[in-house]
């Protein structure tokens, strides 16, 4: 499987790159009425250079010189003649100082029903501190604006993007299939709600490589329905981790397979390496996840599976998790643990995790002895492994 997945990365890189090179006509959002002055509302603007670009049959450039670009909520709607359309960003979109009126909103900017779009450079800032304040005060708050979202979208490229304090998930791909992620910056506080900083759900062949996440929850989220996902040189810290979940939100719900994490780094945050199911029935699963050279630095749970997730007690009291987790490889860990429990296996007592190798880890806890927890999980260890295995 690691060898088929890093073929299809190689070749989709290649396909990639000369997808960027044949774009010939240039659409320049000023020509269109923006203004860089970050006071001038330039939605308008983008929309009707976008609406040109997807008129034209010709490969297009859609230039966002430097300057900060005011812009509300805005969709970028697919059907076009054009199947090669490029945003090179130079500047910086800002969203509205208010945060409620980005807050009504599902997404900040979204492609929708879109094939052959990349984004090159360039920085979103979302503002969206205002609303983490609002939230934390506990007072009358909407519930806050994806700041980029793809949905039922093919050959999608994103290369050197920065991404600033999303109200909530910074970047959504839904339903999307050949996605490339490289190169990209994600920064928002540590103690900001919900502001995952890649969510991937019913979306196959995404390769995810190169970048640094710096977020309030998880760096990457893998929702149901995902496939052949590959996620290489991540930099994760602080947030939540790298987390597969949470499943079995739904009764019928698709499964997860064919993951590989390979080479993140893990620097503070709550979790390292997760996977996560509710405590109540699906016909979800995961099969076929690698988790590979990964090295953690102070994590709380370094490597986990949680089948008992039941936040508030809601919904899910004295019920076990239906989706059956198999085939998970953990290979090549190391780091240091914050909490003495450094691999916990919580599986469910109806389908317990079956297929579950570790393979040479080393996970200390500082001045005490690391140690493994296990519920209902079947499976072996190979090589040297700290701490001792409870398969």
Request: aromatic content about 8%; glycine content about 10%.
């Amino acid at each position: 499987m690691a060898k088929f997945s890093r073929l299809f990365y190689t070749l989709f890189f290649i396909l990639s790159v000369s997808h960027i090179s044949r774009a010939n006509i240039v659409y320049n959002v000023i020509n269109f009425g923006a203004k860089p002055d970050g006071k001038t509302d330039s939605t308008p603007a983008f929309l009707n250079a976008w609406s040109a670009a997807c008129a034209s049959s010709d490969s297009s450039t859609i230039n966002v010189p430097k300057g900060r670009y005011l812009i509300g909520s805005l969709a970028f709607k697919g059907e076009c003649k054009s199947s090669d359309i490029a945003f090179q960003i130079d500047g910086t979109l800002v969203a509205p100082a208010d945060y409620r009126v980005l807050g009504q909103a599902s997404n900040w900017l979204s492609f929708e029903g879109v094939s052959g779009v990349t984004i090159i450079g360039g920085a979103l800032d979302a503002k969206g501190s205002g609303l983490w304040a609002c939230k934390a005060a506990g007072t009358n708050c909407p519930s806050g604006a994806t700041a980029l979202s793809f949905t039922n979208s093919y050959n999608i490229r994103i290369n050197g993007l920065l991404s600033l304090n999303s109200q909530m998930y910074h970047i959504v791909f839904n339903g999307c299939q050949n996605v490339h992620v490289e190169r990209i910056k994600i920064i928002a506080s540590g103690d900001s709600p919900n502001t995952d900083g890649i969510h991937v759900q019913l979306s196959s062949n995404v390769v995810i490589v190169n970048s640094t996440i710096k977020t309030g929850d998880d760096c990457i989220s893998i929702g149901p329905g995902t496939k052949n996902l590959w996620i290489e040189h991540i930099k994760c810290g602080p947030g939540h981790g790298i987390s597969i979940g949470s499943l079995a939100k739904d009764m019928e719900e698709a499964g997860v397979q064919n993951v590989t994490v390979s080479k993140a780094i893990f620097i503070g945050t709550q979790n390292g390496l997760r996977i996560k199911s509710w405590a109540r029935p699906s016909s979800g699963f995961v099969q076929r996840v690698r988790f590979l050279g990964a090295v953690m630095q102070n994590v709380q749970n370094p490597i986990v599976i949680d089948q008992n997730y039941c936040p508030h007690n809601i919904n899910c009291p004295g019920q076990v998790s239906g989706v059956k987790i198999s085939d998970v490889l953990y290979q090549d860990i190391r780091g240091t643990s914050a909490t003495q429990i450094a691999i916990k296996f919580d599986c469910s007592a109806k389908n317990p995790c079956t297929g579950i190798r570790i393979e040479n880890v080393n996970l200390i806890y500082p001045n005490q002895v690391a140690q493994s927890f296990c519920t209902n999980a079947i499976g072996k260890t190979l090589g040297s492994v700290q701490p001792n295995g409870c398969l």
